[in-house]
């Protein structure tokens, strides 16, 4: 078999008659013009696959990639430049789900546009007779291994929005297909219904120069650590969201902005977790995603949006169990439009009326007060264009500005570390790690104020609520953080992603390009270098 794509880099030629390349076990080979078999051995690879639902062993017969060692020592799963549909290969269209600890996803160009994973699942088209997929059955892959990681890849739905929205109605179907008109096999979608792109529910999970596509609930974050460094999420309602530890470094956040009132995070936090979705040095722009040849092929979407004052940093999703959303944006260069913010002054929506409306018995005894369902933060928020300060004024009140010395506190180690004393005098004094690190030793009151020496982590805490409209939690809270818990993730302790970044570094092999040529067996091993890049 002839690998069709040369690189330009050195060769080395292995001329002795039947002499095989060294096999690296940890390496494996995706690409959609491979005609081998599923699984097979393909030069310096293990195995190689033409899609990725075999790769991932969702495809029955085929053996898929097996977990690897640990966090550094991991299997790398190397892609060739294409458009990897999640469904291709399943007797039946469905999330892909991939649960295997130590792997990582390469693209093997460095550029994440050539490589996309993609699906059109939707969570409004029926999956049976009696049901949809619903929002998580709509990701097109879901990563649930610990130590999962990504490099120069592209995660998207392709579900086009924008063309069953302004065009036909009707939802697409797992196989990229629109029902005719009429022939009731597609569900009614008048307006954004999720499109999951990427799931993650795995812990220590990396995420270096990728790209992740979709509209609404782009990227759902079920719990544990994830770090996205270099990276770019787009979509526009909710759609980073759910109960995850989450850092966006270095990295462009794009509201898709043919529609006004457009969200980025709808976070749920636990009460018990000191951090949900934190973003540092990154940057928020309002693009139109009109043309995009993944999203949007039909050219459905609106080319001329509007989008000044008319985005939110994100709303607090309330009615997820133990939902107590935590988001903090830091030193973020934010796009305005003549002049004016793409953000709208307030910063910050409300759910509903439930946590707005003191009166209402369902309002989780917060008194109508968000600030107790919430800890919404922003530190040195400046214009994209001018690096001007943006005016905050106008936030919400139940949103906050941090200080200089708060904000210092937000690194990406310290938001993984479950040592980092988040919580402050605000603990419980019967934590003994935290009485080393802070010297406490008695609970304070939870104070939000930081000259108040019961002053707590994250700053703009104070009291809680304990009884939120479906805490799961609730009855082991008081009103303020000293009854809390260490943080719950899959695994628990402090995590540095810094190794398994630093593993981007890697060369990328390509499959030996064989020949015979003179009654000689000549086996070229064909590397391209990647990128690095560092936090």
Excluded at 88 to 94: A, K, V, Y
Excluded at 487 to 513: F, I, K, M, R
Aim: glycine share 10%.
């Amino acid at each position: 078999m002839v690998q069709s794509r040369i690189s330009k880099a050195a060769v080395i030629f292995t001329a002795v008659l039947g002499a095989a390349p060294i096999v690296k076990a940890s390496n494996y080979y995706v690409d959609p013009n491979y005609t081998g078999v599923n699984g097979a051995p393909y030069g310096i690879y293990t195995a190689a696959y033409s899609n990725i639902a075999s790769a991932l062993g969702a495809v029955g017969g085929v053996t898929g990639v097996p977990a690897g060692t640990s966090a550094t020592s991991p299997n790398y799963i190397y892609f060739a430049p294409g458009t990897y549909n999640t469904t291709t290969g399943m007797t039946t269209p469905q999330s892909l789900q991939y649960s295997q600890p130590n792997v990582d996803f390469v693209g093997m160009t460095g550029n994440p546009s050539d490589v996309v994973i993609t699906s059109t699942l939707d969570s409004a088209f029926p999956n049976s007779a009696t049901s949809t997929y619903g929002t998580s059955g709509s990701a097109s892959i879901q990563l649930k291994g610990n130590n999962e990681s990504a490099s120069f890849v592209t995660f998207a739905n392709s579900t086009d929005t924008p063309y069953i929205q302004n065009t036909i109605k009707l939802a697409e179907s797992p196989t990229g297909t629109f029902p005719a008109a009429g022939a009731g096999t597609g569900a009614a979608q008048t307006s954004n219904a999720p499109a999951v792109a990427l799931l993650l529910q795995g812990d220590e999970q990396t995420f270096n120069d990728v790209k992740v596509l979709g509209y609404q609930d782009t990227l759902y974050s079920k719990g544990g650590r994830a770090l996205f460094n270099n990276s770019y999420v787009s979509g526009d309602v909710d759609f980073i969201f759910a109960n995850g530890t989450t850092v966006f470094n270095n990295s462009q956040i794009n509201i898709d902005s043919d529609h006004s009132g457009g969200d980025i995070t709808a976070a749920s936090t636990a009460k018990t977790s000191s951090n949900g979705f934190v973003f540092l040095n990154s940057s928020i722009t309002g693009n139109s995603t009109a043309g995009n040849s993944v999203t949007d092929p039909h050219n459905a979407g609106n080319p001329n949006p509007t989008a000044a004052n008319s985005m939110y940093f994100g709303r607090p999703w309330y009615t997820q169990v133990g939902g107590d959303a935590g988001t903090v944006f830091v030193n973020t260069a934010i796009a305005s439009v003549g002049g004016v913010s793409i953000i709208k002054s307030a910063g910050y929506l409300a759910w509903d009326t439930t946590e707005t409306t003191a009166s209402n018995p369902n309002n989780g005894g917060n008194n109508g007060n968000p600030a107790e369902d919430s800890r919404f933060a922003e530190y040195n928020s400046t214009d994209l264009t001018t690096g001007l300060p943006v005016n905050t004024t106008g936030r919400v009140t139940w949103s906050h500005q941090l200080v200089t010395s708060q904000a210092a506190a937000y690194t990406v180690d310290n938001v993984f570390s479950e040592s980092y004393p988040w919580y402050g005098n605000g603990y419980p004094s019967t934590d003994t790690d935290t009485i080393a690190n802070t010297g406490l030793s008695a609970a304070g009151t939870g104070s939000a104020n930081p000259s108040d020496p019961n002053y707590s982590w994250p700053a703009f805490w104070g009291d809680r609520n304990v009884n939120d409209e479906k805490s799961a939690e609730a009855a082991s809270l008081t009103n303020d953080p000293g009854s809390y818990s260490d943080p719950t993730w899959s695994l628990g302790g402090n995590w540095d992603p810094t190794n398994q970044l630093a593993l981007s570094a890697v060369e990328v092999p390509e499959p030996a390009t064989l020949a015979i040529l003179g009654g000689f067996f000549i086996a070229p091993l064909l590397r391209r270098p990647r990128r690095r890049t560092t936090a």
